[in-house]
């Protein structure tokens, strides 16, 4: 019997959309599942509707939930991560003190001074669960969702003995969007992407069918004018004569002049709390049995769709099967030739004989990598600063940032963001 091991479940988007998956997947039938959360509503409300989804679709899955992952995580084959601390009020926070401070900062997530900050928070407790993975499931396989998912997954590999994947729909998306834009079929888009999470660049965008090089239609249907998302990609595009794959807001965090093109606004906080209100409703309907949740098991999850669903993942690994994936974050094997060999990248990904690998790409171009090999050092110094709660480390990420421009006010905002998350940073007050 595969266990499952969900961590942060109670995530509404995260945790509505692998009960969907787990219960469309034929090899997961008679499974065992843990779900495991701190919250004690979101937890009682997820296991409500895995009971209902498990009622429902007839796969007779072994639930379990748990506020304690110490106890569900004894010989798990899989574990499942998705946690976050307070994440839109930190979040928020973050942009506002980048900005406070001068710095051109576009969404303060996974790059530039944000992106450090939500480092510090998020490293120390996905590796207290990777040790305890090490400890209770030395053989489990780790599938991560947890941002920022490059830093977090080098904390892992550095740190720990799990075994671990990031997984990210960036690239996923990139693919849709191609499709759609050419209007040809998304299995004819073959898209080959390197670098780390976020920052990834085209190696190759071809059409499987005639291996047409499908990048100089791309950049004619995008025209004079691109849309919202893809303008900085199509000026990058246009000076470096390379694609990023991942839209304008999350390649704009790794570029110091990138707000010149796409702004300083960041994310919308209230689009996603309006969202968030309808998406508690429905989920309190499913878990109570007002609302049927038929249509839950009738239509792919937006990962599955995508083609980067966990479970998919989890289905090929124990079937030993041979599986192909846009994305996977994971160390440097040789898979990019001009990237550190000890660092963690993102490349398309392979599960064959039930072990993962990435595949190879090759170089990328010198400016590119250029780039890339920067944030690839800054992340060393955010991880290893979150590690040992080291403040001279934490501002050497920044002093090196393309989007901090002043020791001064890197200094003032690094002060800042510790005494504004002091209690999510012990590491940095004891």
């Known amino acids: 019997m595969t266990k499952i091991v969900a961590i942060g479940v109670g995530s509404l988007v995260f945790g ?8 469309q997947t034929e090899e997961l039938r008679g499974a065992e599942l843990w779900l495991v959360d701190l919250d004690p509503e979101a937890l009682r409300r997820m296991g409500g509707l895995a009971v209902r989804l498990n009622e429902a679709s007839g796969w007779d899955v072994t639930l379990r939930t748990t506020p304690e992952r110490t106890e569900a995580l004894a010989g798990a084959d899989f574990v499942v991560t998705s946690i976050a601390r307070d994440r ?3 979040w928020k926070k973050d942009h506002e003190l980048a900005l406070k401070h001068g710095f051109p900062s576009v969404l303060s997530e996974n790059g530039g001074p944000g992106g450090l900050s939500h480092t510090l928070r998020s490293v120390p407790p996905m590796l207290d669960i990777a040790k305890d993975v090490d400890r209770l499931a030395p053989g489990a396989l780790m599938l991560n969702y947890t941002n920022p998912e490059n830093r977090v997954c080098l904390a892992i590999h550095r740190y720990t003995k799990t075994r671990a994947i990031g997984l990210c729909h960036g690239v996923a998306e990139t693919i849709e969007f191609v499709s759609e834009l050419l209007d040809i079929p998304r299995g004819d888009v073959d898209l080959r992407a390197a670098g ?3 920052f990834v660049w085209t190696t190759s965008l071809t059409d499987r069918r005639s291996g047409d090089d499908l990048l100089p239609a791309v950049r004619e249907r995008l025209g004079d004018d691109p849309p919202r998302k893809w303008r900085l990609c199509a000026m990058l595009y246009d000076r470096f004569g390379v694609f990023p794959t991942t839209g304008d807001d999350h390649v704009g965090e790794y570029i110091g002049w990138a707000a010149e093109v796409i702004g300083t606004k960041g994310y919308d906080f209230d ?3 309006r969202d968030r209100v309808l998406a508690n409703q429905n989920l309190d ?15 792919p999850s937006r990962e599955a769709r995508l083609g980067h669903s966990c479970t998919e993942i989890i289905a090929a690994t124990v079937g030993r099967g041979t599986m192909r994936r846009p994305s996977f974050i994971i160390p440097n094997r040789g898979y990019v030739e001009n990237l550190p060999a000890d660092a963690v990248i993102e490349v398309p990904g392979i599960i064959e004989e039930g072990a993962y690998r990435g595949m190879d790409v090759g170089r ?8 890339v090999q920067q944030e690839i050092a800054i992340q060393e110094l955010a991880v290893e600063a979150a590690v040992t709660g080291s403040r001279s480390l934490a501002l050497q990420a920044l002093l090196i940032d393309p989007c901090v421009h002043s020791a001064k006010a890197a200094t003032a905002f690094l002060d800042d963001v510790l005494q504004a998350h002091r209690s999510h940073l012990p590491a940095f007050w004891s």
């Open 16 to 23: 509505v959309e692998l009960l969907r998956d787990v219960y």
């Open 88 to 90: 839109d009020n930190t």
């Open 196 to 198: 780390v999470n976020h």
């Open 271 to 273: 689009a996603y709390a």
């Open 285 to 299: 309907a499913w878990a109570a049995g007002t609302k049927p949740v038929d249509s839950l098991l009738r239509q």
């Open 364 to 371: 990328l171009s010198t400016p590119v990598a250029a780039m």
